[in-house]
């Protein structure tokens, strides 16, 4: 392991660059902003009610990533209320869509008028682009378990902003390493034309060159094309030895376009957009294609919770995947535990807490359970938070600086498992 520094309507009350092809752990330094300011005095008892709405993809290209992050703040949710410890926390669940359909146009500005105090969400740095103004325009955080772009982190947000996920300046790093480690020495990449894509192809890119690699073709698709043959004829009449396709859902008719003009199914790399249990959604064989996912390895106990929370909250259909469940239950724990130390639950104060309750202050005593961290609150002493998406400990700009790339290779059926 490789260390590396870098600056449905419902409320719930209750109860690398690799030096081997590994995951990478991010630890480390400041960006630029406020936050981090001492926790209020103790109190004997505390009684705040937060309120929080999600814009989380129940549609659109990123709806497999919604039932993990939603049972990820469900959770987070029930255990927070369930331990009494002076913070309730209610939750109205919201479709943030896409930036195709929209959904976040109707889901934002009913949050806001509900007067919650932050927006969980979006899972795609597209769509929060397209209203975190509004949201830091009315005084409210906006905080994302899944946001990678790079650009939230000189954002104008007036502190509002937090994110649990890494910039894909690190997933770009993993990626690019691991397919020169891999023995590629040509690389082909098809990328989606947004604020995700771009950021991930930049520094993939630029990573990969580095190794001594270099990218023999790259294209564009925008969101919405269905047709990609232009784009796959040009990338493999370049040759390349793998072919990274950075994007969604419409990956599952983007590689068999490749695949079917002769481009082997096991020299594909994706990325967290696109590194789902495809199974009989992708219609040709990817066995030994690979891809990156932020987040460590998730423990036995929190997926058997997340699963149970799931069943009870959602459809009833099971939990398929537990994409960023971690980081979403991570965002509602820090955000009670900066209320709580905060003892208060006006947005501005919270977010001047949420570095400190990280960790990213360096003086708090490490916590790893919401129960556990608020009873050192309640104390009068500073916790710091370290969670299921890792230690986090935020820099001045919100972002993590602690953080873990997984790498995960298709076997049999299309279906990922984690070799790293």
């Not at 081997?20 to 505390?46: D, K, N």
């Not at 480690?181 to 993939?204: C, R």
């Amino acid at each position: 392991m490789s260390v590396f520094t870098r600056s449905r309507k419902t409320t719930v009350l209750g109860g690398i660059a690799l030096a081997g092809a590994s995951a990478l752990v991010l630890a480390g330094c400041a960006g630029g902003g406020t936050g981090g300011e001492t926790s209020a005095p103790p109190t004997e008892e505390r009684d705040l009610t937060l309120s929080i709405g999600t814009v989380l993809p129940q549609t659109g290209a990123l709806a497999f990533l919604g039932p993990p992050e939603e049972a990820g703040v469900g959770l987070a949710v029930a255990e927070i209320n369930d331990a009494a410890k002076g913070v309730t926390v209610e939750v109205e669940y919201g479709d943030s869509g896409d930036p195709d359909n929209k959904a976040f146009e109707t889901t934002v500005p009913r949050l806001l008028g509900n007067g919650v105090q932050a927006l969980i969400g979006a899972a795609s740095s597209g769509v929060t682009k397209l209203f975190l103004d509004q949201a830091v325009g009315a005084g409210v955080i906006t905080f994302s378990p899944a946001n990678t772009s790079p650009d939230f982190t000189t954002w104008d947000d007036n502190n509002l902003y937090w994110r649990t996920a890494p910039s894909d300046l690190l997933q770009g790093e993993v990626l690019g390493n691991l397919i020169a480690e891999d023995g590629a020495s040509t690389l082909g990449i098809l990328y989606l034309n947004d604020a995700y894509g771009t950021g991930l192809e930049a520094a993939l890119t630029e990573t990969f060159e580095a190794t001594g690699g270099e990218v023999v073709a790259s294209e564009s698709y925008n969101a919405g094309d269905t047709n990609f043959s232009a784009q796959v004829s040009s990338i493999l009449a370049q040759n390349p030895d793998a072919i990274s396709v950075i994007g969604f859902e419409e990956t599952s008719t983007i590689v068999p376009s490749f695949v079917n003009s002769g481009f082997p199914g096991d020299k594909f790399y994706f990325t967290d957009g696109n590194t789902s249990q495809w199974g009989d959604s992708m219609p040709v064989d990817i066995a030994g294609s690979k891809g990156t996912q932020p987040g460590p390895v998730l423990a036995d106990d929190f997926q058997e919770r997340l699963s149970a929370q799931w069943l009870e909250q959602g459809d009833g259909t099971p939990l398929a995947d537990f994409n960023y469940a971690g980081e979403s239950y991570d965002a509602v724990v820090l955000l009670a535990l900066a209320s709580l130390a905060a003892n208060s639950t006006d947005p501005a104060d919270i977010a001047a807490s949420l570095q400190e309750v990280s960790g990213g202050s360096g003086e708090g005593e490490k916590c790893d359970t919401f129960e556990a961290c608020a009873d050192i609150i309640l104390a009068g002493d500073i916790a710091d938070y370290d969670g299921y998406s890792g230690g986090v400990a935020f820099d001045d700009a919100g972002d993590p600086t602690e953080a873990t790339i997984g790498i995960f290779e298709y076997g049999e059926g299309n279906m990922h498992t984690r070799i790293n």
